[in-house]
């Protein structure tokens, strides 16, 4: 009488060593999602680290270039034109 309204939860009894087996079968899923999920994850940082090295060199070039043509060709502009 006093459990009326509450809500019971169900309790399963397992064997300790099915327990043991089902837990190291879990782990193994784990730790290859983990490798998986690494992998890809490596695989975007180098590219996104590819593309970001790709464009400051573009833009360190670009300075370089720019840098050159204003100190060197300075007072002679009509070289350059």
Same mark, same amino acid.
């Given at each position: /009488? *006093?459990?009326?309204?509450?809500?019971?939860?169900?309790?399963?009894?397992?064997?300790? $060593?099915?327990?043991?087996?089902? /837990? *190291?079968?879990?782990?193994?899923?784990?730790?290859? @999602?983990? &490798? =998986?999920?690494?992998?890809? &994850?490596?695989?975007?940082?180098?590219?996104?680290?590819? $593309? #970001?090295?790709?464009? %400051?060199?573009?833009? *360190?070039?670009? @300075?370089?270039? #720019?840098? =050159?043509?204003? &100190?060197? %060709?300075?007072?002679?502009?009509?070289?350059?034109?």
């Amino acid at each position: /009488m *006093a459990n009326e309204g509450r809500e019971t939860v169900p309790v399963a009894v397992v064997d300790k $060593d099915q327990f043991n087996e089902i /837990m *190291a079968r879990l782990d193994k899923i784990d730790e290859k @999602i983990e &490798f =998986y999920s690494g992998e890809k &994850f490596l695989r975007a940082g180098k590219s996104v680290g590819r $593309d #970001l090295g790709i464009h %400051y060199g573009l833009c *360190a070039g670009l @300075i370089i270039v #720019l840098a =050159y043509i204003l &100190f060197i %060709y300075a007072g002679h502009w009509t070289r350059v034109i």
